[in-house]
């Protein structure tokens, strides 16, 4: 630990990026979160939109760019920053961090915690290389048991930390004046293969068919298969039942006046580990609907705060947004109890408290081995 008389202990959060995600999002939140003894400094190896952010609320951000492809110096310079300012313990979240962090804290073995789990399912990219580098970290922590499962970490080294929600972003979740009078079905995510934009798609087509003009599909965000989506869905978009949104840097103002949400996932490809796009859903009050794989379960209740469906099911989709449309006074207890269950659970500060209480264990375990 630092000097006693200061009271403080230090945490160095090492970060691939600080563009818009869902992970970055992550270490944003838990910087400005962590309460006394803790204070987060952190170290990104690429800038991007929550550097800025964390400055303004007054986090120490140093970016450590790469100026080719095998730039030693961002290692180097983190090694600096290690050894002049003394963290108690190195949080990373992504593999290069990890490489780079691993690096840096042998000399003063400081211990590091991998944090690099953000999904239910091992990448076909770099599985062995994220794999290899989990087992020379202190310890693995996850946002899903479903990611350590994947991952096959043990008990012993494993730990779950869900995902919180930023406080500051309620006011947006909250409705915009009257719902739409088409029933509203929102998908947010990055228009790629993980995401199954098409399966959502297609039952609207199904839905559309049953009852023209009833029904309305946001499909909000960018991807590599955003134009082939449009145009293998040109009757939807064209007919107006289908909207192709650009997502930007808040999507909570697109969704809050939809009725449903939700987010399919191909699983031969990817699943998820703790959503953060479910997690807005539940916060603006949502019902759910999502693949029934990675980590959803953790998330989402089934009958109580969504609907859990089979992989790449149409029919599945189709018949729970039925069900949905048929019966508002249940959608709406669902949205309710989903909102409730973001605030109750899954707040900044249980964020805080749970990662605090990983950092604690990981300094125990290093006075142990001092010992």
Not at 194 to 201: A, E, M, T, V, Y
Not at 208 to 232: H, P, Y
Request: glycine residues 10%; proline residues 5%.
């Amino acid at each position: 630990m630092n000097d006693a008389a200061t009271k403080q202990c230090r945490v160095l959060l090492v970060v691939d990026s600080l563009n818009n995600g869902g992970l970055e999002r992550q270490v944003s939140l838990l910087a400005r979160s962590l309460h006394e003894p803790w204070v987060a400094r952190v170290a990104a190896l690429g800038g991007g939109i929550y550097c800025e952010i964390m400055q303004g609320e007054g986090v120490k951000v140093d970016v450590l760019l790469r100026r080719f492809r095998f730039d030693p110096s961002p290692t180097l310079r983190l090694r600096t920053i290690v050894r002049e300012w003394a963290p108690d313990v190195v949080h990373t979240w992504g593999w290069m961090s990890t490489a780079a962090a691993l690096v840096a804290c042998r000399p003063g073995a400081i211990p590091v915690i991998e944090g690099s789990i953000r999904s239910g399912r091992v990448p076909p990219k770099r599985g062995r290389i994220q794999s290899l580098l989990l087992s020379r970290a202190s310890l693995v922590v996850a946002n899903s048991q479903a990611g350590l499962d994947a991952f096959r970490v043990t008990k012993a080294r494993g730990r779950v930390v869900h995902n919180g929600f930023d406080p500051a972003r309620m006011d947006l979740c909250a409705p915009d004046g009257a719902k739409p009078e088409r029933f509203t079905v929102a998908m947010t995510g990055r228009m790629s293969r993980d995401k199954d934009f098409r399966c959502l798609l297609s039952a609207a087509r199904v839905l559309n068919s049953e009852a023209a003009g009833a029904w309305s599909f946001l499909a909000v965000g960018a991807g590599d298969d955003r134009d082939a989506l449009m145009r293998e869905y040109a009757d939807l978009v064209s007919s107006g039942v289908a909207s192709f949104l650009e997502i930007g840097n808040e999507p909570l103002p697109k969704l809050r006046g939809a009725h449903v949400g939700v987010l399919l996932t191909d699983p031969t490809v990817a699943a998820e580990g703790f959503s953060n796009a479910i997690m807005e859903y539940m916060a603006c009050g949502l019902p759910v609907v999502c693949t029934d794989s990675g980590g959803n379960r953790e998330l989402v209740l089934e009958g109580e705060t969504g609907v859990l469906v089979p992989p790449g099911n149409v029919g599945a989709v189709v018949q729970a947004l039925r069900v949905l449309r048929a019966d508002t006074a249940a959608a709406s207890r669902l949205g309710r109890t989903g909102r409730e269950r973001i605030l109750r659970e899954f707040s900044a500060d249980a964020l805080a408290r749970r990662t605090i209480r990983v950092y604690e264990e990981a300094v125990r375990n290093r006075v142990k081995v001092d010992e």
